[in-house]
């Protein structure tokens, strides 16, 4: 059984570059979040996605957006790189009804300079 | 709005002792409450989830955690520290409708042969 994957695992941009991170849901799951993950913190809520429609979103710009494809993988895009923007992008999949309890990939390194 | 508070942003036992992990959550309606881990370099792993059945919730590798909700804690324990439970221990709430976790700062756990 496939869990979360997530591509790539690290990444270095700079100041003002766009960026596109991927996930891959748990087979079964049709539901996917995006969390932050900044050094020496929790994660924090970036969105979820559910049936191609962003359905929640937490405190974070609109540089911060994604997609939801039919297959049920997910991307996150960041416009307009800040330094503060340099984290852990974690991913995690669930089943809409059940979507407390999820399922996290190993997350993608983004480093902005 | 949910939040949870992790007491001790670190913790150094003994190979063989107790672990105790402290969080505190703060909901406005019954909580779903769960504990992730996190080693180095890698994302999240679900250890246990409390979602309103048994108020004694067992995990994986040996840990098991205790929902009391007249002091609203949901504290981690584990009888007999190993080296592999070196780590970062998460604390996380989530409203009935799921759509977000809210995770706590974190709590760092080292082991001393």
């Known amino acids: 059984d496939a869990g979360v994957t997530q591509s790539p695992t690290h990444l270095i941009k700079t100041r003002g570059q766009q960026v596109t991170l991927r996930c891959s849901p748990k087979?079964?799951?049709?539901?996917v979040s995006w969390y932050q993950q900044a050094l020496g913190q929790g994660p924090q809520f970036i969105f979820q996605?559910?049936?191609?429609?962003?359905?929640q979103r937490g405190n974070f710009p609109d540089r911060f957006s994604g997609h939801q494809f039919p297959n049920y993988s997910s991307e996150l895009n960041v416009n307009a790189l800040l330094l503060g923007d340099s984290a852990l992008y974690l991913c995690?999949?669930?089943?809409?009804?059940?979507?407390?309890?999820?399922?996290f990939g190993p997350g993608t390194r983004l480093t902005v300079t | 709005a949910q939040s949870v508070t992790q007491l001790g942003s670190h913790v150094s036992v003994s190979e063989g002792a107790l672990v105790l992990l402290r969080c505190n959550y703060s909901?406005?309606?019954?909580?779903?409450l769960f504990w992730y881990v996190q080693y180095p370099n890698q994302g999240l792993q679900l250890l246990l989830k409390?979602?309103?059945?048994?108020?004694l919730v067992k995990g994986i590798n040996g840990f098991e955690a205790e929902f009391k909700k007249s002091e609203t804690s949901f504290h981690l324990t584990k009888p007999s520290a190993h080296m592999s439970d070196a780590a970062e221990y998460f604390c996380?709430?989530?409203?009935?409708?799921?759509?977000?976790?809210?995770f706590g700062a974190g709590t760092t756990v080292t082991v001393r042969a």
């Open positions: 995690a999949s669930s089943l809409w009804d059940r979507s407390y309890e999820q399922y």
């Open positions: 087979s079964g799951h049709d539901t």
């Open positions: 996605y559910y049936e191609e429609e962003e359905r």
């Open positions: 909901s406005s309606v019954p909580p779903y």
């Open positions: 409390y979602t309103s059945a048994a108020t």
């Open positions: 996380a709430v989530s409203d009935r409708e799921g759509y977000k976790l809210s």
